[in-house]
């Protein structure tokens, strides 16, 4: 019985590390469509976001089906529990990539990406995409070290978000009303991103720890430190 | 032990409609302060939502707790892992109404609502608030003909939030770029509200039924319906 709990959370955690490759992918080519107004790329992150829907709804339907059947405690039941948070996050990651490539299919022809902002936006992108890559990698691993990297990430993210409002609530932006409108979404959204990938990784901690104040603590111990 | 365990589930309802209460009290507040320029109110909204944030950890340890010591099976465990994917939804949407807060304060004394959009936010703001109220109802009662109301309530914000990009972008529109940053936030943060109650809706369903293709299809039917 044992050996068959364990078998259904390696078969939990390596979902949840298929469905962040997934996300990866997604991010990578939405970012590279918002880039490069490649609407063909963008229409390839829309369609396949429903097949990270489908699999963290599969992946929620095998979390109960274990809490049913194997009635987990203590730290099995925290990993059950973590994973279906983890999932919500991912899926909402794979939406914030969805909405990128919506934003470049609406523009298109025209580039969705502001004269001015796009090497701002080239670098929200890269962050995006390593910060995936990283919560992957964290989600294969449950490397701590990992959630520093992703947090630093973020810090950088964060900043070049304020950037653009910066630039585009200063007196030198000659932006119309649309270019106006794409950048607020845009870095909304790739910013928005980071945070449900720190938000995962507080999910991670609290998974080796199970305790959500010393997943903070952990966070915020990566924050001052770094 | 069967009656200890109806008393946790009751516990878990009540805590959810209690969020849900502060969750319509910040919105309202949220969208008052928006409307009217008044930081205090705003502040107000700002300093709640660690309650909001609080009392979701809460509701989600009580609920980890109850798998734990009474392994649910059935109709009873889909109620708890209900609780926790409703209690992340309410939380994210007492984030939005901070979200809306922290426009206002930003902006002040300036107005953050845009001119010649005070009626169209005026009246996201109230479905906002609707839906809240509904949502709120819908968890004490479980009555699913609220989920129509709820649904229709979030049509009625998408046509909006539609309208305001369609202002934003026409050419009769003379907004400063931070106007229309501001209108393409807030548009965005009420719109969203809307998604999450809506999101909401659809597991009190599955709630009921266990089924999130049943859930899936009364949305839909509601949509085509409706």
Known sequence: ??????????????????????VTV?????TRAFESSDVAL????????????????ALDELAIEILARQQ????DLRIVVSALRISASLERMGDIAEHIAQLTRMRFPERAIPKGLKSTF?????????????????????DHALADKIRNADDGLDELHASVFEKVLSDSWKGEASATVD?????????RFGDHAVSVTKKVIYLST??????TDAID??????
Not at 42 to 57: F, L
Not at 122 to 142: C, F, N, S
């Open 72 to 75: 987990p405690v203590a730290r």
């Open 122 to 142: 080239t670098k929200m992108g890269q962050l995006d995409v390593e910060i995936a890559h990283t919560l992957t990698e964290l989600l294969r691993t449950e």
């Open 221 to 226: 111990i990566v924050v001052s430190g770094g």
């Open 42 to 57: 963008a229409e390839e992150v829309i369609e396949a976001d429903d097949i990270i829907d489908e699999k963290a709804i």
């Open 26 to 30: 997604a991010i990578d080519k939405a």
């Open 183 to 191: 950048a607020t979404l845009a870095s909304r959204y790739l910013e």
């Open 210 to 215: 199970g305790d959500w104040t010393t997943a």
């Open 1 to 22: 019985m044992r050996e068959v709990f364990h078998q259904s959370l390696e078969d939990v955690q390596s979902r949840l590390v298929e469905i962040a490759e997934l």
